[in-house]
């Protein structure tokens, strides 16, 4: 089992969508989780951070935490051809030193 | 806003020959991290500096990786000699907390 999972997609929304993203996770002692969004052939940039249960919302985005099913997920809401990019889920893991474990990224395809 | 530079952004070397890349973190940023990227997959780390020390190094393939931060601010890292398999993008990251941001990264082609 990886210590990460996402679908790799790709996923294929229609533009103003709701695009959803989910990824898994092996560790049950993990504390903090990122999703970072990654444009093609560019470096991977943060989009959310999340610590507790629940919801997290930054304007467009929300981020679900649920540490009971080992799962988080990230809604684009209103999405838009310029979200097209690949999502990576990042975990850090308990005893990890800050290290983070990135699953192998969900591509998102946003059509006009 | 505040940014983690890495130069070169490219880099086209064949094998068997030594390449260096370097990384200047966000500024008062204690730690330093060292990720390879390869294509379709996510980053890995390979090594962690927290200031000049090595955190962590375990995933580094040390008999031709090395990295160094001699005072705990920009860091190098080196591989020699190069393989095909190297081809990636390494991408540097820094934080002051557990938040890591990224830098450019520098895309490794090994021929």
């Known amino acids: 089992q990886k210590e990460v999972e996402q679908n790799s997609g790709p996923l294929s929304v229609p533009e103003g969508a709701i695009a959803s993203l989910n990824c898994t996770y092996s560790d049950r002692g993990s504390q903090s989780f990122f999703w970072y969004r990654q444009y093609s052939g560019k470096s991977p940039e943060l989009i959310m951070s999340?610590?507790?249960?629940g919801d997290k919302e930054d304007g467009r985005f929300t981020a679900q935490l649920n540490k009971a099913s080992q799962y988080v997920s990230l809604l684009i809401r209103d999405s838009q051809p310029s979200d097209s990019a690949t999502y990576l889920c990042?975990?850090?893991?308990?005893?990890?030193?800050?290290?983070?474990?990135f699953g192998t990224g969900t591509q998102l395809k946003v059509e006009l | 806003e505040a940014e983690v530079a890495q130069s070169p952004r490219y880099k086209i070397t064949e094998k068997s020959q030594a390449v260096a890349f370097w990384c200047d973190p966000i500024?008062?940023?204690?730690?330093l991290y060292w990720y390879r990227q390869i294509l379709g997959q996510g980053p890995e780390l390979l090594v962690q500096f927290q200031d000049e020390s090595v955190v962590d190094d375990s995933q580094l393939p040390k008999d031709r990786f090395s990295a160094e931060r001699l005072k705990g601010v920009d860091s190098t890292l080196k591989i020699q000699p190069a393989e095909l398999g190297d081809s990636a993008m390494y991408l540097c990251?820094?934080?002051?907390?557990?938040?890591?941001?990224f830098g450019p990264g520098t895309r490794l082609l090994v021929l």
């Open positions: 990251a820094s934080s002051s907390q557990e938040t890591q941001y």
């Open positions: 500024s008062g940023h204690a730690t």
């Open positions: 990042a975990v850090n893991q308990r005893g990890g030193g800050n290290k983070l474990t």
């Open positions: 999340i610590y507790s249960n």
